[in-house]
């Protein structure tokens, strides 16, 4: 890749400017805009979630499978052809301090890809509301799953916070981890740090 700075757009992930279209999209001088849809070969154009792991590979979740793209091409992971990625509505990724890849899905399942294999995590709960917004791992290395329910699970340890109040619904939800390994929780426009 050249060394000039370049803006990655896939899909519909910012949905003010899908709506205008692809051609609509701006440049901000100095930057190269490029918008990858179907057609480019991502699963779907609605992208969930999008991260970047140490390998350098960016890998976008979709309601329709997950990507791996190197900045040219697109590997592209499904139920039909990965078996062990049992649900592909994908709408968190987050990469450990050891290197694999932790896929949240819609359903509640959660599901690890690590040294070129999938595996199912005995995290997954799945159920209805149960989908894994977020993840995240505190200062103990902790991996912690947030789901829509607003349940904060340890998939460490199995302990479980429920960090809404009866009949509230979650609408805004992240986790961020800073950098002494605090552990900081978006809900609903408040933030708690995890101790």
């Not at 899909?11 to 899908?18: Q, S, Y």
């Amino acid at each position: 890749m050249p060394p000039r700075a370049v803006f990655i757009l896939f899909g519909l992930f910012w949905t003010g400017l899908a709506a205008a279209g692809p051609e609509a999209v701006p440049s901000p001088a100095g930057y190269l805009t490029r918008v990858w849809q179907v057609e480019e070969g991502l699963p779907q154009n609605t992208v969930a979630a999008v991260t970047q792991t140490r390998d350098g590979y960016l890998w976008i979740g979709t309601y329709d499978g997950l990507a791996r793209f190197d900045g040219e091409h697109f590997q592209v992971f499904t139920a039909e052809n990965t078996p062990l990625l049992k649900d592909g509505q994908i709408i968190s990724l987050w990469e450990d301090a050891a290197g694999g890849l932790w896929i949240g899905h819609e359903s509640g399942a959660v599901t690890l890809y690590r040294a070129g294999h999938f595996a199912a995590s005995e995290a997954s709960e799945p159920g209805i509301g149960r989908g894994v917004v977020a993840i995240n791992s505190d200062a103990s290395g902790a991996v912690w799953l947030l789901h829509k329910d607003g349940r904060l699970c340890c998939a460490t340890d199995g302990r479980v916070l429920q960090t809404l109040k009866e009949g509230e619904t979650l609408e805004v939800m992240a986790m961020a981890r800073d950098g002494d390994g605090a552990l900081f929780v978006l809900l609903n426009g408040v933030v708690w740090r995890l101790t």
